[in-house]
């Protein structure tokens, strides 16, 4: 039959203990010889050392492989998307709806093209895109040589939007039956929107329905057109000043006053019949001016 085991007291278990921790009869500290404990000591330095050298030159590796101002891998559409202001959506159709007897619906487009042209401030741009660009060409730049090392933007100014920029005429047409509406494309990286250097990309509307209810529109920018010095982007770390080039329409509505309307950005590179995204290359809208 087993024997009890015999209960120590708190005594010799801390005297234990101190016999665990230094064995005088064989040297020994917490178990081990001074010269185990050199050994193993050597082990953990040189073991702890390489896995945080292999560490440090993975991430060395890594951060000399990674472009601070491009992504190495992009999931963005290779052709940009088109947005139209004011940007009053609702759903999947785009309305902008007015009425020129009523202040605070006009007022209200006129408000949304204000503050989306603020950016664009003719004082502002040539405060930080002071840069004197060649018109007609891509500007191409290899280097860093804008302050901050960042590279350069060509300013565009609101007063290039001509009768719709709202300078001359703070309504935009809205207080009437002559609507400005300002088209933009969307940015991506790198993109050059065509091979032929001298084929810039430009903006051209047609009426899908109630033709009869437009007699003219009119282009800001002369004719449209997206000058190629605003291409390529080079993403917002490398550009902070840079702004989209834009492009204004003004619509002289008549009759009914309302039309249904697709604006296309057209150039070779630029694709606009993508089924699933009805906004690549192009946008359609509804502009209504109700009385």
């Known amino acids: 039959m087993a024997t009890l085991k015999e209960k120590r007291t708190c005594g010799q278990r801390c005297e234990d203990f101190g016999h665990f921790v230094w064995n005088s009869d064989n040297g020994t500290f917490m178990g081990r010889t001074p010269e185990k404990w050199v050994y193993i000591s050597l082990y953990y330095v040189a073991f ?5 050298a292999l560490f440090s030159l993975a991430i060395w590796v890594l951060m000399h ?4 101002y491009t992504p190495d891998y992009q999931d963005r559409l290779q052709s940009p998307g088109v947005m139209v202001w004011p940007d009053t959506y609702g759903g999947e159709v785009i309305e902008i709806t007015y009425n020129t007897s009523d202040k605070a619906s006009w007022m209200k487009m006129s408000n949304i093209l204000h503050a989306f042209l603020k950016p664009y401030n003719e004082t502002k741009q040539f405060e930080c895109n002071f840069y004197n660009c060649t018109k007609g060409k891509y500007f191409i730049q290899k280097t860093f040589s804008a302050p901050h090392h960042t590279k350069w933007s060509c300013p565009f100014t609101q007063s290039m939007l001509g009768e719709c920029s709202g300078l001359e005429d703070p309504s935009f047409g809205y207080n009437g039956t002559r609507p400005c509406v300002v088209i933009k494309m969307n940015r991506i990286i790198h993109f050059l ?3 032929h250097v001298d084929l810039p990309p430009y903006v051209n509307c047609t009426i899908l329905d109630g033709q009869e209810n437009v007699a003219r529109m009119d282009y800001f920018p002369n004719s449209g057109v ?5 291409f390529p982007y080079y993403g917002k770390l490398a550009q902070p000043s840079y702004v989209n ?8 509505l008549v009759r009914e006053k309302q039309a249904k309307i697709q604006c296309r950005v057209v150039s070779d590179k630029i694709s606009y019949e993508n089924y699933y995204d009805p906004y690549e290359g192009k946008v359609i809208f509804n502009l209504k001016a109700l009385k």
């Open 226 to 230: 997206m000058d190629l010095s605003y």
């Open 48 to 52: 702890y050392v390489v896995m945080t």
């Open 65 to 68: 492989t990674l472009s601070p």
């Open 193 to 195: 929107p065509s091979d």
């Open 245 to 252: 080039p834009l492009v204004a329409i003004r619509f002289s």
